[in-house]
């Protein structure tokens, strides 16, 4: 396919990065290796030196913080380092995306290895199920989703996070989410029984075209109701900031004030203008009867936001590790810090399953 984004989600102004100053907040770079500012108890994903997965002619998968395409991989292959004597960044060339409409020259970029992992392995054949995370193949990569409704016959719809969108997919079509992080896939594979599926990626039908959710209109957010605010801007993806609806504001759109962020003079509360995509109710508390679990879906609250990661392992004195996959980086956090992720889909709450 011809080299061009997914159906991008609305931008949304929100304007954290120019006029209020978060404590230790960084101001993102422009590289695919975005930092949440200062970390008291911050733990870098650890690199190998040699990198053993992503040698010249290893078959890959390729991620991207490009507009339009996060949460999305494309199969690639490595061609070799980008630089001598710099292995952390590679040079690959596309398996299914080109620079030319006819389908002839493979598209070639030079990529960090934060961005790479290793094809995934075939796995056995399962019935999927409503509320589970998977990736569906769409427009030639794999994008990440959650499973909203079991259309019967094989087929199920699927909503994206980033976009707000759902589509509908065969069972053909999908496969449950994994994790590669620090150089194994979480949740791991299963060793035995495996039975690969036979229908191959190149083979896959055609999918319904996407449509935005309507129902997410249905909700009414009234003078004072307590919300949660989302952002696309760079460095912010996947975090959720408590507000309060100040009035409506024309069509779908709100003016609100944030409980946290002030403004750049730190005298009052900083007040926003969002559209009904970015907006969502404060989420219900779930009562932890057994503690967090390893590859939980959680959000942390941090730098007065709460960012959706996962439990990579449990630590000492009910703390916990948790990966966040934009920044490649694993973080401690009490489990005070921390609440089960839920995402608001349709007007109601729905939480990935548990391992």
Not at 325 to 335: A, C, M, N, P, Q
Request: with cysteine.
């Amino acid at each position: 396919m011809l080299f061009t984004a997914f159906t991008p989600p609305p931008s949304l102004s929100l304007r954290l990065l120019h006029s209020i100053s978060l404590q230790g907040f960084c101001a993102p770079k422009p590289n695919p290796k975005l930092t949440m500012g200062r970390k008291p108890k911050s733990r870098s994903a650890k690199k190998s030196a040699k990198y053993p997965h992503f040698k010249p002619g290893s078959p890959v998968e390729i991620s991207s913080n490009e507009e339009g395409f996060r949460g999305s991989w494309f199969t690639g292959t490595v061609i070799g380092l980008a630089s001598p004597g710099d292995p952390s960044r590679l040079h690959v060339e596309y398996t299914s995306l080109f620079v030319d409409e006819e389908g002839t020259a493979p598209l070639r970029e030079i990529v960090d290895t934060v961005m790479l992992r290793p094809v995934q392995p075939p796995e056995k054949e399962r019935e999927f199920k409503f509320d589970e995370e998977v990736d569906a193949f769409h427009s030639d990569g794999w994008w990440e989703g959650v499973i909203t409704k079991e259309e019967g016959e094989g087929r199920f719809t699927v909503y994206f996070r980033r976009s707000k969108e759902e589509m509908e997919f065969g069972k053909e079509q999908l496969r449950l989410h994994r994790e590669w992080a620090n150089g194994a896939w979480k949740p791991p594979f299963e060793e035995e029984n495996v039975k690969p599926n036979q229908e191959k990626v190149e083979n896959l039908p055609l999918v319904e075209e996407v449509k935005p959710s309507e129902s997410a209109t249905e909700h009414v957010y009234r003078l004072g109701t307590q919300v949660e605010v989302s952002s696309d801007e760079k460095g912010f993806e996947g975090v959720w900031f408590a507000a309060t609806v100040v009035e409506p504001w024309g069509k779908d759109k709100f003016r609100i004030e944030y409980q946290t962020l002030k403004t750049e003079d730190d005298k009052t509360f900083l007040r926003e203008e969002v559209d009904i995509l970015h907006i969502r109710p404060s989420p219900p508390e779930i009562l932890m009867v057994d503690g967090f679990k390893l590859f939980d879906e959680v959000d942390a609250l941090y730098n007065d936001g709460w960012w959706v990661g996962v439990i990579a392992r449990a630590q000492r004195n009910s703390k916990h590790i948790v990966y966040f996959k934009t920044t490649s980086e694993e973080i401690e956090f009490r489990d005070s810090e921390l609440r089960l992720h839920q995402d608001w889909i349709d007007g109601k709450w729905v939480m990935a399953s548990r391992v």
